[in-house]
């Protein structure tokens, strides 16, 4: 099961960033120590903490729907179960994934993909969820081909019930996956060619479900 971890995102600009930390104007470094102030600006970019404060992009903002474009649903009524689900957009900026997981007719599962585009996230090294869910278990699903079917490169999540918590995904944690096995030969996962990133539940988790979503943004 992967580690699920809560996290504030860091919004203060760089130039405000900067003068927190050495203003030139207003501070003196001691005799010395000026040589070092540049140093460790320089260096900051390179650190954890100026990673994280400077090297995010927004991948999905769900408070536009129109932006996000719409999401398919992919249930196991393709191989004759009755799962049911639905996606949707709320009055609060955020999206729905929810529905009923069904056993029967050997089914079990429900999903919800993006329709095909460039989501180009070469030089990044992972993805982080805002999600609200209902204590089960979910996949992140991401595709880089086009098609229907395919291998889909996946990282299971827990939630919380009613609560909100940031997942993040290192890429080169995912594991690639064709109809719910494992493909130990599928090509490395390239986050340059991402074109479908979806959400589904399996795993014998029968009856309701709803997981809410943010945002999706690269790290």
């Given at each position: 099961?992967?580690?699920?971890?809560?996290?504030?995102?860091?919004?203060?600009?760089?130039?405000?960033?900067?003068?927190?930390?050495?203003?030139?104007?207003?501070?003196?470094?001691?005799?010395?120590?000026?040589?070092?102030?540049?140093?460790?600006?320089?260096?900051?970019?390179?650190?954890?903490?100026?990673?994280?404060?400077?090297?995010?992009?927004?991948?999905?903002?769900?408070?536009?729907?129109?932006?996000?474009?719409?999401?398919?649903?992919i249930n196991d009524v393709v191989m004759?179960?009755?799962?049911?689900?639905?996606?949707?957009?709320?009055?609060?900026?955020?999206?729905?994934?929810?529905?009923?997981?069904?056993?029967?007719?050997?089914?079990?599962?429900?999903?919800?993909?993006?329709?095909?585009?460039?989501?180009?996230?070469?030089?990044?090294?992972?993805?982080?969820?805002?999600?609200?869910g209902d204590g089960k278990t979910y996949?992140?699903?991401?595709?880089?081909?086009?098609?229907?079917?395919?291998?889909?490169?996946?990282?299971?999540?827990?939630?919380?019930?009613?609560?909100?918590?940031?997942?993040?995904?290192?890429?080169?944690?995912?594991?690639?996956?064709?109809?719910?096995?494992?493909?130990?030969?599928?090509?490395?996962?390239?986050?340059?060619?991402?074109?479908?990133?979806?959400?589904?539940?399996?795993?014998?988790?029968?009856?309701?479900?709803?997981?809410?979503?943010?945002?999706?943004?690269?790290?």
């Open positions: 099961m992967a580690n699920v971890t809560v996290s504030r995102s860091i919004n203060t600009p760089p130039d405000r960033l900067f003068k927190s930390v050495a203003d030139s104007n207003n501070f003196q470094f001691p005799s010395g120590l000026k040589d070092l102030r540049y140093l460790f600006l320089l260096l900051l970019p390179f650190t954890a903490f100026g990673q994280h404060a400077m090297e995010t992009r927004m991948v999905l903002d769900f408070s536009n729907g129109a932006a996000t474009g719409e999401w398919a649903i004759g179960g009755e799962s049911s689900s639905a996606f949707e957009f709320t009055e609060d900026g955020t999206a729905i994934f929810r529905g009923t997981v069904s056993l029967e007719n050997n089914g079990g599962f429900a999903s919800t993909r993006s329709r095909p585009q460039s989501f180009d996230l070469g030089g990044f090294k992972g993805m982080r969820l805002m999600v609200r996949q992140l699903r991401l595709r880089t081909n086009s098609g229907f079917d395919g291998i889909a490169y996946q990282y299971t999540f827990s939630t919380e019930a009613e609560t909100w918590i940031a997942v993040d995904v290192d890429f080169d944690t995912l594991q690639p996956t064709f109809r719910g096995r494992r493909v130990p030969d599928a090509p490395p996962f390239d986050p340059s060619s991402i074109r479908q990133i979806g959400l589904l539940i399996s795993d014998k988790q029968s009856g309701p479900f709803a997981i809410e979503i943010r945002s999706i943004e690269a790290y």
